[in-house]
């Protein structure tokens, strides 16, 4: 047995401080906790998700005045943005303090940050702090082995890891995670460049726009799809997000994405095979294919179960997954973005 579960914070903390690995939830998704000034607790957190050294992590922190001893630089408006969403999905990347270890920015001179909502992450991360230093760090990639589908529950969670036997993990158990897709990640790093966005999730450019005081347009995504496709060699492209590799969130059953009038075109193709459509919203196409079901057409509603829902239709094992494409809307953009990864691999 090498995944404990278990209801215990206070448990989950002191084995945090013994160097132990254990998996909490939070508002997005499950995450894989490790001590962030461990070196062999990080390393074993590498291990276990099966994750590139060249893909940093984020630190988790119990509230912003613990920052200042992650980030050698806190600049206002990133103080803004921590008071108006922290605790939150959203994750600053900043200049590093000199005690953050290459380790967890794969040897950048910046290191990503959040402070997680969920009761539960709260609970452990202030446990933590209390048994350890008030500052304490945890380090929390998602907790899946490298490349798969985020756990939005503590049964992905067991699913992903109770087969692995090189470490014990605890798995502290907790609501399932609400938002459903990972936090939204706002590289703050150069002070006089205006913020990028790393990562789309929950939290929307223009609500950091307005905080921030500036134009909507103005917080603007880092990679275009263009420009990771267009990278000749994905290994040597260093990713200051693993979100920038293509192919990531992927189930095993290929996935194709359809607008909804090429989707009742392919219906006769199929005919004989075994697929699974997901509408964006009702499809009526129920009697036409071996299994059809729909996500609300509500951003914010579908990330919260698209992960569940392709973690459990993978499980069944169709010959194919075909969803339907939502709209290419801003309020959609974290949506299809992990869709769209999720297609790539195929
Ligand atoms: O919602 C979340 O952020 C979840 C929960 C558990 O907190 N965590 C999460 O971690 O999604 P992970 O490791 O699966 O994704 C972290 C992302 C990666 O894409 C990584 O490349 C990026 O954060 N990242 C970490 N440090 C960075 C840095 N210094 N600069 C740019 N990107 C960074
Ligand atoms: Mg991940």
Redesign the pocket.
């Known amino acids: 047995m090498t995944v404990i579960r278990g209801h215990d914070v206070g448990e989950a903390a002191r084995r945090l401080k013994a160097g132990q690995l254990v998996a909490f939830p ?1 508002e ?4 894989l906790g490790a001590n962030a000034l461990d070196e062999m607790a990080i390393q074993a957190v590498f291990e276990v998700k099966g ?1 590139p050294s060249n ?4 630190v ?1 922190v119990a509230d912003a005045r613990a920052v200042a001893a992650w980030a050698r630089a806190v600049s206002t408006a990133a103080k803004k943005l921590m008071h108006a969403f922290w605790p939150g ?1 959203l ?1 600053l ?1 900043l200049p ?1 303090h000199p005690q953050v270890s290459p380790s ?3 040897g ?1 001179d ?3 940050i ?1 402070c ?1 909502a969920h009761p539960k992450a709260q609970q452990l991360l202030q446990a933590f702090a209390h048994i350890t230093n008030k500052n304490a760090g945890v380090i ?4 899946n082995r490298f490349g798969q589908v ?1 756990p939005t529950t503590s049964d992905h969670v067991y699913a992903e890891f109770s087969k692995q036997k090189t470490h014990e993990i605890y798995l502290l158990e907790g609501a399932s995670a609400q ?1 459903g897709i ?2 939204t ?1 706002l ?1 703050l ?1 150069q002070p006089k460049a205006m913020p990028r966005i ?2 789309p ?1 929950h939290i929307q450019p223009k609500e950091i726009a307005k905080v921030l005081g500036l134009k909507e347009d103005e917080v603007r995504f880092a990679f275009s799809e263009q420009r990771v496709a267009q990278a000749q060699d994905k290994t040597q492209f260093i ?6 590799l293509k192919a990531h969130y992927a189930p095993s059953t290929p996935l194709k994405l359809f607008r909804r009038a090429q989707l009742n075109k392919m219906l006769d193709q199929a005919k004989g095979q075994r697929i699974a459509v997901v509408g964006c919203g009702p499809l009526n196409i129920e009697n036409q294919v071996q299994h059809c079901e729909w996500l609300p057409a509500e951003p914010k509603t579908y990330a919260t179960r698209l992960y569940e829902t392709l973690r459990r239709l993978d499980e069944i094992g169709f010959d194919a997954l075909w969803f339907e494409q939502p709209a290419q809307t801003n309020a959609w953009t974290a949506v299809n973005d992990r869709l769209l990864r999720a297609a790539a691999a195929f």
């Open positions: 939070t997005t998704v499950y995450g994750r893909h940093p992590v984020i988790h999905p994750t990347v590093k967890i920015t794969a950048q910046t290191v990503a959040r997680p929390a990639p998602s907790a985020s938002v990972e936090s990640i590289d790093s790393l990562r999730g990713p200051r997000v693993s979100a920038s």
